[in-house]
């Protein structure tokens, strides 16, 4: 099923961390926080300002982002598991180090 939000919201599946056991002790996902790292799965057209122009988000699909624990409203869609949110909800987007080149050396 293809999901469409609407205005500034956008469909971000939380990243599950790497779970590591310490001692052999196994911790219910009842009693783990949430992930506060996602991917944006797929954003609206944007917000129309009071001038009747739209802006567009400043996020697109497959961008990595940060989000709050407690952001958004949880859904399940295929027996996936997504938030959707609105755009100004997103804490940040992680960026993709670039190797720089180095400064000529004299």
């Not at 783990?32 to 300002?49: F, L, Q, R, T």
């Not at 399940?76 to 938030?83: F, H, N, Q």
């Amino acid at each position: 099923m293809q999901v469409r939000p609407l205005h500034d919201r956008v469909l971000v599946k939380r990243i599950e961390e790497k779970e590591i056991v310490k001692g052999g002790i196994i911790i219910p996902d009842t009693a783990k926080e949430k992930p506060m790292e996602g991917e944006v799965v797929a954003v609206g057209p944007g917000k129309v300002g009071e001038d009747g122009k739209r802006t567009p988000l400043d996020v697109k699909a497959g961008d990595r982002v940060l989000i709050g624990k407690y952001a958004g409203t949880e859904i399940k869609i295929d027996e996936e598991d997504y938030v959707i949110m609105r755009e100004e909800e997103i804490l940040a987007v992680f960026e993709h180090a670039t190797a720089r080149p180095k400064a000529a050396s004299r």
